[in-house]
């Protein structure tokens, strides 16, 4: 069964390093996916990505932030300069592009990072 | 806006037993409904979505959900629960009023069935 991959799985950073997560998602899916996740709270939605461009992004998604799809498999999250509350889960989703909105989404397992 | 809410941080059951997590939303128009399921050190799986027609969606796993539109809810069902059903569980709600395309999603619920 086809899955969604990230890399690393842990990422420890000091405060105002750049970091990068790597994303591989499902090959024939069309819309990628930013969420993260701090520790014992909700899932929040971070940026939406379609035909090479941000389709929607969330308040979250500051200055700070950029996505890329470098290459034909490949679909990254940059953070610049991290913050200490930049600390949660990051997972990477994709769906299908039938018809957005309806179709669920599948997602990595997700990386840890940890800002020291 | 749309909003959902996951009232319980934790359900406990006996293994056999029905089990229900409880989720209720808030939509200015129709409602996309959906369960994902998170297993330790893997990502959310999907269980199941309501888009529209039946009010009883079947899903993965054994795993139901109702949508009831009259109380703003979409509580997940099993009839017997299992050991391995023990994972963090999460709803989440699509406006089809609003401008978004992107699914809100609840704090989850951790499901701990008991031998």
């Known amino acids: 069964e086809p899955e969604v991959t990230q890399t690393p799985s842990h990422q420890v950073t000091q405060m105002g390093q750049e970091v990068i997560l790597r994303c591989v998602p499902i090959s024939n899916h069309l819309y990628f996916y930013w969420y993260r996740q701090i520790l014992g709270q909700k899932v929040e939605f971070l940026v939406s990505f379609y035909n090479n461009e941000i389709s929607e992004k969330s308040e979250i998604f500051d200055d700070q932030f950029s996505v890329e799809r470098p290459d034909g498999s490949n679909f990254t999250l940059k953070i610049r300069s991290t913050k200490l509350e930049d600390s949660a889960m990051y997972f990477c989703?994709?769906?299908?592009?039938?018809?957005?909105?309806?179709?669920?989404?599948?997602f990595g397992p997700g990386t840890r990072l940890t800002v020291l | 806006a749309q909003s959902v809410a996951q009232p319980e941080d934790q359900v406990n059951v006996a293994e056999g037993n029905p089990l229900t997590v409880k989720c209720t939303y808030s939509?200015?128009?129709?409602?996309?409904l959906f369960w994902y399921v998170q297993y330790p050190n893997r990502g959310l799986q999907f269980l199941l979505k309501y888009i529209t027609g039946d009010n009883l969606v079947k899903g993965s796993y054994g795993f139901e959900a109702e949508f009831n539109k009259s109380q703003t809810s979409f509580h997940l069902k099993k009839p017997s629960a299992l050991v391995s059903d023990s994972a963090l569980y999460f709803c989440a709600v699509r406006d089809t009023a609003g401008g978004s395309y992107i699914p809100t999603f609840g704090r989850g619920t951790s499901l701990i069935v008991h031998p």
């Open positions: 989703a994709s769906s299908e592009a039938r018809t957005s909105g309806i179709n669920e989404q599948f």
């Open positions: 939509v200015s128009g129709n409602p996309y």
